[in-house]
């Protein structure tokens, strides 16, 4: 089987350089705020502290006070805990981003 021979012809059309300047110091300041404000973080730092912990502590505490024992129950309770945790975080969430929005349209309306 035959091999191509290749040359070492430049191709320019499809080869390009591209020697670019380095981008020109503006007098503008760059934005270096967080992508995420910092109260979010923390919300999402509580609901993650709350969803590992009071599912735990709330089916140990039923097991041994509440259901006598009784892990099926405390199972359950500890379950419905989690719900509750994650059904809290969705409720703050829609209403942050609410309150974003009517934040925007009051600022468009003013203008």
Request: no cysteine; net charge positive; hydrophobic share 45%.
């Amino acid at each position: 089987m035959a091999r191509p021979v290749f040359t070492d012809a430049k191709i320019s059309s499809s080869v390009k350089e591209d020697h670019a300047a380095p981008p020109s110091r503006s007098s503008e300041k760059s934005n270096i705020t967080p992508a995420v404000p910092a109260p979010v973080i923390f919300k999402l730092l509580a609901f993650t502290f709350a969803m590992i912990t009071l599912p735990i502590g709330s089916f140990f505490f039923t097991r041994d006070y509440v259901f006598r024992g009784n892990t099926t129950f405390a199972g359950g309770f500890a379950a419905i805990m989690a719900n509750m945790v994650l059904i809290g975080y969705v409720i703050v969430a829609m209403k942050e981003d609410q309150s974003d929005r009517m934040a925007e349209e009051k600022q468009r309306k003013s203008k």
